[in-house]
């Protein structure tokens, strides 16, 4: 299936541990992002990358790596997790970023991280 | 910044009615705005986009307009089914950085 696809789909950890959601997509995008969903729903821009390049970059704290090793993979490292990150986080693409493709952006499933 | 509302919060119908979306955005200077629906739990199914040029889109019993100059759009949902029963986000694209910026959504409930 050409899809975005994410893993895992739910992560439940440790304050203070280090974690990673990886990210695919098979529709030859040449960008990628990531967005939060927090608990009142409301979804925020955190990266997005062109060409494993980094063009979007919201306050998002430093604690937030993102990864794209290449064009169809983009990886979110969270490192020394706080309690307020627990929240949905997606992926999605679309072609190039100055054309922001004419079928818009394709959404993952989602990773649900519970912070405990 | 821009700023992305939906209004009402939260609508419940009976089987049938036809459902009317509100989504209005702060700057106009749009290059696209698309409608998704997000079932509980699962993640976001583009439902329609709309070019900035373009005034509306329509797939279906689904019908998106927009008005730029105000900024507004409206999706109807024509002879609503359960199966409606969602949370439907509304999105615009930024013409400067392209980036999504969402609505809190309606959460629809149609009623069997």
């Known amino acids: 299936d050409t899809a975005v696809s994410q893993t895992p789909k739910y992560l439940v950890t440790q304050m203070g541990n280090d974690k990673s959601i990886k990210c695919e997509q098979n529709l030859g995008h040449d960008t990628m992002y990531w967005y939060k969903q927090d608990s009142k729903k409301f979804l925020k821009i955190m990266f997005s990358?062109?060409?494993?390049?980094?063009?979007i970059n919201e306050t998002v704290p430093n604690r937030f790596s993102p990864k794209s090793p290449d064009k169809a993979h983009l990886n979110l490292h969270i490192n020394s997790l706080e309690l307020g990150d627990s929240a949905v986080y997606f992926c999605?693409?679309?072609?190039?970023?100055?054309?922001?493709?004419?079928?818009?952006?394709?959404f993952g499933p989602g990773t649900r991280l519970t912070v405990l | 910044k821009q700023e992305v509302t939906q209004i009402p919060a939260a609508l419940s119908v009976p089987e049938g009615e036809n459902l009317v979306l509100n989504c209005s955005f702060t700057d106009s200077a749009i290059y696209n705005l698309q409608w998704f629906r997000q079932d509980p739990g699962k993640g976001l199914t583009s439902l329609l986009l709309i070019q900035s040029s373009q005034r509306e889109q329509t797939s279906g019993r689904l019908n998106a307009s927009l008005d730029k100059s105000s900024g507004r759009s409206t999706l109807y949902i024509a002879a609503s089914q359960p199966g409606d029963s969602a949370t439907y986000l509304c999105?615009?694209?930024?013409?400067?950085?392209?980036?999504?910026?969402f609505g809190a959504g309606t959460t629809v409930t149609v009623r069997a």
């Open positions: 990358y062109n060409n494993k390049e980094l063009i």
């Open positions: 999105a615009v694209s930024n013409r400067n950085d392209y980036k999504l910026s």
């Open positions: 999605a693409s679309s072609h190039q970023k100055g054309l922001a493709s004419h079928v818009g952006q394709f």
